[in-house]
C-alpha cells in the first residue's frame, strides 16, 4: 500500500494540488512518509497523524469545493421556488439564503468530519501494517475523494474522473507487482 500511496495516489493529488492552486507540502511530506515505510522504516500513529491529517483536509477541500455545492444548492432551490409560483427576485434570494445556510455549516462539518474519521483510520492502518486494520479505514472512501479531488469541475463521471480511476487501477497493479517481486 505504501508504494501506492507514494506513487499513483500521491502523484494525482500532486497534480490535483497544482492545479487547483492548493499547498503541495503536505502531499510531499505524506508521500515521503509512504516512500520511508516502503523502504521499511516503521512509524506510529502520531507520525502518520501529523502527515495525513493536513493532506487529508487539503483533499477534502478538492474534492468537495463550497463554490460549487453553493452554486448547485442556491440554483436548485431557486428553481424549486420558482415551481412555486415565486416571483424571480424572491426565488434568486431563496436560493442564496438557502445555499448559504446549508452549505456553509455543512461543508465544513463534512470536510472536517472526513479529515478526523479518516486520519484517525489511516493512521492506524499505516502504524500497524495490518490489512484488516487498513480494510476498515474504508479505503474506498478516500478513493473517491482523491477522485473528486483531481477530477475538479469535470466531475467524477466526466473525462478527468475517468483519468484519475485508470491512474489509481494502474498504479496499484503497479505497487502490486513491485511488492511482489
Not at 503536505?26 to 502518520?48: I, M, T
Not at 474504508?138 to 482523491?146: D, E, G, M
Not at 466531475?155 to 502490486?176: H, K, M, N, S, V
Request: proline letters at 3%; aromatic letters at 8%; hydrophobic letters at 45%.
Amino acid at each position: 500500500m505504501h508504494l501506492w500511496h507514494a506513487g499513483a495516489a500521491a502523484d494525482l493529488i500532486g497534480e490535483a494540488v497544482a492545479r487547483r492552486g492548493g499547498d503541495s507540502a503536505p502531499h510531499e511530506a505524506l508521500r515521503a512518509l509512504h516512500e520511508r515505510a516502503a523502504a521499511g522504516e516503521a512509524f506510529g500513529e502520531g507520525a502518520w497523524s501529523e502527515v495525513l491529517e493536513p493532506a487529508l483536509r487539503e483533499v477534502y477541500r478538492l474534492a468537495y469545493p463550497r463554490e460549487q455545492v453553493h452554486d448547485r444548492a442556491a440554483a436548485a432551490a431557486s428553481a424549486f421556488a420558482l415551481s412555486r409560483g415565486w416571483a424571480e427576485e424572491d426565488a434568486e434570494d431563496y436560493g442564496e439564503t438557502y445555499a448559504r445556510m446549508n452549505t456553509e455549516v455543512s461543508e465544513r462539518v463534512h470536510a472536517e468530519a472526513n479529515t478526523v474519521a479518516n486520519t484517525a483510520a489511516h493512521a492506524l492502518a499505516f502504524a500497524t501494517g495490518e490489512a484488516e486494520d487498513y480494510a476498515r479505514a474504508w479505503p474506498f472512501a478516500l478513493v473517491q475523494a482523491w477522485i473528486a479531488a483531481y477530477a475538479g469541475a469535470d466531475g467524477t463521471g466526466g473525462p478527468a474522473g475517468q483519468e484519475a480511476r485508470t491512474r489509481l487501477r494502474d498504479g496499484l497493479a503497479d505497487a502490486i507487482r513491485r511488492a511482489a517481486a
